[in-house]
Antibody, heavy 123, light 107 residues
Framework: EVQLVEAGGGLVQPGGSLRLSCAAS????????MDWVRQAPGKGLEWVGR??????????EYAASVKGRFTILRDDSKNSLYLQMNSLKTEDTAVYYC??????????????WGQGTLVTVSS | DIQMTQSPSTLSASVGDRVTITCRAS??????LAWYQQKPGKAPKLLIH???SLESGVPSRFSGSGSETEFSLTISSLQPDDVATYYC?????????FGQGTKLEIK
């Protein structure tokens, strides 16, 4: 059974930093691209970014709203995905989900999601 | 970025009704479209991918259709458990984008 468990959310001041993690199990993590998706309170879903696998040089893609501030990382030896968030803004307040591509290791839709972790950016 | 526009934003229907939600893409995305169901406090759940392929385990009352820029999600006979918010998502190109959501309620 695929499991994705996010952690690391919390309250942070504007301009601060936070690192989220997503622990994966039940599949060959190293084969898969992995994504982050977020949802502001009472709002819709927003794709944050993606990291490819080692075969594809761990290349990343980001939404314009986070590019240059957020970095997606992975540690295949620990089956873990990370989201390093710097220069946080109040509009980054959201539940952050990690998502596993469906259909294939590089699919564009998500057939497995974590439970989410809440990040609140406020003074 | 490709914009995804869903309609309606909210929908109220009776148990047993046939319900349709539409999603329009700002440019041709072929069939690179997924539909998700999200219940309050829960992660989204994949229903449909590649515009019309039903995800394993999803009830057959859900179906998807469309291509290029016009898509729809249909529930053939609405059940109480279908109360949720539904989102479309394009994965033709980065940045992947979602529709704004359709909140489905029971009358």
């Amino acid at each position: 059974e695929v499991q994705l468990v996010e952690a690391g959310g919390g309250l942070v001041q504007p301009g601060g930093s936070l690192r989220l993690s997503c622990a994966a199990s039940g599949f060959t993590f190293s084969d898969y691209y992995m994504d982050w998706v977020r949802q502001a309170p009472g709002k819709g879903l927003e794709w944050v970014g993606r990291i490819r696998n080692k075969r594809n040089s761990y290349r990343t893609e980001y939404a314009a709203s986070v590019k240059g501030r957020f970095t997606i990382l992975r540690d295949d030896s620990k089956n873990s995905l990370y989201l390093q968030m710097n220069s946080l803004k109040t509009e980054d307040t959201a539940v952050y989900y990690c998502g596993r591509p469906g259909g294939s290791y590089s699919g564009g839709y998500f057939d497995d999601w974590g439970q989410g972790t809440l990040v609140t950016v406020s003074s | 970025d490709i914009q995804m526009t869903q309609s309606p934003s909210t929908l109220s229907a009776s148990v047993g009704d046939r319900v349709t939600i539409t999603c329009r893409a700002s440019q041709n995305i072929n069939s690179w479209l997924a539909w998700y169901q999200q219940k309050p406090g829960k992660a989204p759940k994949l229903l449909i991918h590649t515009a019309s392929s039903l995800e394993s385990g999803v009830p057959s009352r859900f179906s998807g259709s469309g291509s290029e820029t016009e898509f729809s999600l249909t529930i053939s006979s609405l059940q109480p458990d279908d109360v949720a918010t539904y989102y479309c998502q394009q994965y033709k190109s980065y940045s992947y984008t979602f529709g704004q959501g359709t909140k489905l309620e029971i009358k």
